[in-house]
């Protein structure tokens, strides 16, 4: 099995800053891309931030230079740096790892349960 856990989310003011964490758990054998994606309600999921394995990155134009993505590939776990966050960014996050499993073929999609970031005007 494998478990993908959220933390860092939260209240914060607008102009701010937050810091998301995901932490990858289980029978891994290895991690591709992992991301970071946002849900406002009434409104879609969307991708806020990828990162490849090899640390290529691609962000939403929404956020480009006020979020930042990256990982530990050691720790299997990757972070979502959100300055000057604004009411807009307020969102449930989820996290998305593409995952290749120990004794299991291919590789597949897994998320987290997501984590509430409200941003107050």
């Known amino acids: 099995q494998v478990q993908l856990v959220e933390s860092g989310g939260g209240l914060v003011q607008a102009g701010g800053s937050l810091r998301l964490s995901c932490a990858a758990s289980?029978?891994?054998?290895?991690?591709?891309?992992m991301g970071w994606y946002r849900q406002a309600p009434g409104k879609q999921r969307e991708l806020v931030a990828q990162?490849?394995?090899?640390?290529?990155?691609n962000y939403a134009n929404s956020i480009k230079g006020r979020f930042t993505i990256s990982r530990d590939n050691a720790k299997n776990t990757v972070y979502l740096q959100m300055n000057s966050l604004k009411p807009e960014d307020t969102a449930v996050y989820y996290c998305?790892?593409?995952?290749?499993?120990?004794?299991?073929?291919?590789?597949?999609?897994?998320w987290g349960q997501g984590t509430q970031v409200t941003v107050s005007s």
């Open positions: 289980g029978t891994i054998l290895s991690i591709n891309a």
């Open positions: 998305n790892a593409d995952i290749r499993r120990l004794f299991v073929s291919g590789s597949y999609d897994y």
């Open positions: 990162i490849t394995s090899g640390g290529g990155t």
